[in-house]
């Protein structure tokens, strides 16, 4: 057995949610609804469906190296420099790229308990060291803990805001607050993949922390991350960017592979970002969904937590067998992993929604 390096004896792989394919060849259901990634269920813009047509006759040269196009669309759409800009296979693979470059030789990463599980991934395979924070007691987040948790090991702090699974986000007032407090040695990764659900609910934009709007607050070492996956439905297309300094975007750079970012990704992410009308169905669209699940769930007197995402996390007696039951009826959620007794269901179409709440009733979890 060749030799490898002890720290990854502790690594877990990540474990994606159950495709559809795969639940059609293991139980043999032709009729199935997924659930469980958090992933637009209208779909992408019409526009970006041609676009792809279009260019899918290109696909034996290689992509734009640095994405010119999609670089002078987003910053155009952003109002940053184009070079404060990186893109990424999905901003999972920036948060990697953080990670070689910030965490390796043992320096320590901070973020709560039940973040994204890639943080602590990424964290393990760079041979870094990590600390989770405990949330309060109704699973919000208290940003002062992170402040006090801070030593000369800390490197980099990880916050998703919205996060995942539970939804919770911090609003704008709390994370003010907490930026001032920063201290200059720290990157803070604000990873915003559900920001476009979110913005219009008092949570934060990050990327505002890094162009200097509140003269009130200090410039410090910030990372946004946001992605194509989510309300731009461009998920199976992988691609996702980040925003920082100048300095901070060329040190990443020098660990990003060479056409990381497909082709047909760009052009795409270039399409999406100029029909915002499709954005704004899809986040009203959302918030329909949310409240149908929200009164489904309430009739059903099962308990779960207000989001500011496309999914929602929700507790059940035995969560592992409402798992199994929902997937023979051919409905596909997802274990809420780290939070022991709950589930999450990404919000879906209403027709889809009314399918999940129906199978909830099949495995007697009816209407009280």
Same mark, same amino acid.
């Given at each position: 057995?060749?030799?490898?390096?002890?720290?990854?004896?502790?690594?877990?792989?990540?474990?994606?949610?159950?495709?559809?394919?795969?639940?059609?060849?293991?139980?043999?259901?032709?009729?199935?609804?997924?659930?469980?990634?958090?992933?637009?269920?209208?779909?992408?813009?019409?526009?970006?469906?041609?676009?792809?047509?279009?260019?899918?006759?290109?696909?034996?040269?290689?992509?734009? @190296? !640095?994405?010119?196009? $999609?670089?002078? *669309?987003? &910053?155009?759409?952003?109002?940053?420099?184009?070079? %404060? +800009?990186?893109? #990424?296979?999905?901003?999972?693979?920036?948060?990697?790229?953080?990670?070689?470059?910030?965490?390796? @030789? !043992?320096?320590?990463? $901070?973020?709560? *308990?039940? &973040?994204?599980?890639?943080?602590?991934?990424?964290? %393990? +395979?760079?041979? #870094?060291?990590?600390?989770?924070?405990?949330?309060?007691?109704?699973?919000?987040?208290?940003?002062?803990?992170?402040?006090?948790?801070?030593?000369?090991?800390? &490197?980099?702090?990880?916050?998703?805001?919205?996060?995942?699974?539970?939804?919770?986000?911090?609003?704008?007032?709390?994370?003010?607050?907490?930026?001032?407090?920063?201290?200059?040695?720290?990157?803070?990764?604000?990873?915003?993949?559900?920001?476009?659900?979110?913005?219009?609910?008092?949570?934060?934009?990050?990327?505002?922390?890094?162009?200097?709007?509140?003269?009130?607050?200090?410039?410090?070492?910030?990372?946004?991350?946001?992605?194509?996956?989510?309300?731009?439905?461009?998920?199976?297309?992988?691609?996702?960017?980040?925003?920082?300094?100048?300095?901070?975007?060329?040190?990443?750079?020098?660990?990003?592979?060479?056409?990381?970012?497909?082709?047909?990704?760009?052009?795409?992410?270039?399409?999406?970002?100029?029909?915002?009308?499709?954005?704004?169905?899809?986040?009203?669209?959302?918030?329909?969904?949310?409240?149908?699940?929200?009164?489904?769930?309430?009739?059903?007197?099962?308990?779960?937590?207000?989001?500011?995402?496309?999914?929602?996390?929700?507790?059940?007696?035995?969560?592992?067998?409402?798992?199994?039951?929902?997937?023979?009826?051919?409905?596909?959620?997802?274990?809420?992993?780290?939070?022991?007794?709950?589930?999450?269901?990404?919000?879906?179409?209403?027709?889809?929604?009314?399918?999940?709440?129906?199978?909830?009733?099949?495995?007697?979890?009816?209407?009280?």
């Amino acid at each position: 057995m060749v030799e490898f390096p002890d720290y990854l004896k502790k690594v877990k792989p990540y474990q994606p949610g159950k495709p559809i394919e795969e639940l059609q060849r293991e139980l043999g259901i032709k009729e199935v609804v997924k659930l469980a990634s958090n992933e637009n269920p209208f779909g992408c813009s019409l526009f970006v469906k041609k676009a792809v047509e279009r260019n899918a006759t290109k696909i034996n040269r290689y992509p734009d @190296g !640095g994405a010119y196009y $999609l670089r002078k *669309e987003l &910053s155009n759409f952003l109002a940053v420099d184009p070079d %404060q +800009i990186i893109f #990424g296979n999905g901003s999972n693979e920036i948060i990697d790229l953080i990670g070689r470059v910030f965490l390796t @030789g !043992g320096r320590e990463a $901070l973020f709560f *308990e039940g &973040s994204f599980v890639v943080y602590k991934l990424v964290t %393990q +395979i760079n041979g #870094g060291t990590f600390r989770e924070i405990p949330l309060e007691c109704d699973f919000s987040r208290d940003l002062n803990k992170i402040l006090d948790a801070i030593s000369e090991k800390t &490197s980099v702090i990880f916050i998703d805001n919205p996060c995942n699974p539970t939804g919770f986000a911090n609003k704008k007032e709390e994370f003010n607050r907490f930026i001032k407090d920063l201290p200059d040695h720290v990157l803070l990764v604000l990873d915003e993949a559900y920001f476009e659900y979110a913005k219009d609910h008092g949570v934060p934009d990050g990327i505002n922390y890094i162009l200097g709007i509140n003269p009130k607050l200090p410039r410090k070492n910030i990372i946004v991350l946001r992605t194509f996956s989510k309300v731009y439905g461009l998920a199976g297309l992988r691609i996702g960017y980040g925003v920082s300094s100048n300095e901070i975007i060329q040190i990443l750079e020098k660990v990003r592979q060479p056409f990381n970012t497909n082709h047909l990704a760009q052009i795409a992410a270039v399409e999406a970002l100029k029909d915002q009308d499709f954005v704004r169905f899809c986040v009203e669209m959302n918030e329909r969904g949310k409240e149908q699940l929200y009164e489904g769930l309430e009739k059903r007197g099962i308990h779960f937590l207000p989001t500011y995402g496309n999914f929602v996390m929700f507790r059940v007696e035995n969560s592992q067998s409402v798992y199994n039951g929902l997937l023979k009826q051919g409905v596909i959620v997802r274990p809420a992993f780290g939070f022991d007794g709950y589930l999450r269901v990404s919000i879906g179409r209403e027709d889809e929604n009314d399918l999940f709440l129906k199978a909830l009733d099949r495995l007697g979890l009816s209407c009280k």
